[in-house]
């Protein structure tokens, strides 16, 4: 089962747009996406670009933890690109080393998860990171 939300219009149109992700919504058995998913649902989370504009990111971090079954594995990826007016000061103050920090921090905040893993790439001149941490069983 895929669940996907907080995905904008504009960034859901081409060629995998919309109809795509309705398919992989579809491939299994839905509620809706606004039913709240029962504890231990999920075999992974991913947050995408998007961890920066959390406004309260340990309360997320904690449904994160709540629907994500033991074992199951969080990522959450980011690269040094934002809408500075969107970001969060602990965001936009800090370097890319440093925002893998705060990631592992927002994920220990909730006490399940394994001490996580860092990830980074640098393709190009476009540095990339995933914080990787996987539930207690």
Known sequence: RVRSC???RPERRGARGERAIRRAVRSGPQRGLGTR????SFDAVNCAVSVQYLQYPERVFAEVAR???PGGVCVVSFSNRMFPGKAVRAWRDREMDDRADLVSRYLDSTSVFDPP???????GRDPFCAVVAQRRE
């Open 67 to 69: 629907v994500l079954r």
């Open 117 to 123: 893993e860092t990830i980074r790439e640098v393709p």
């Open 37 to 40: 998913p029962l504890d231990g």
């Open 6 to 8: 907080g995905r904008a």
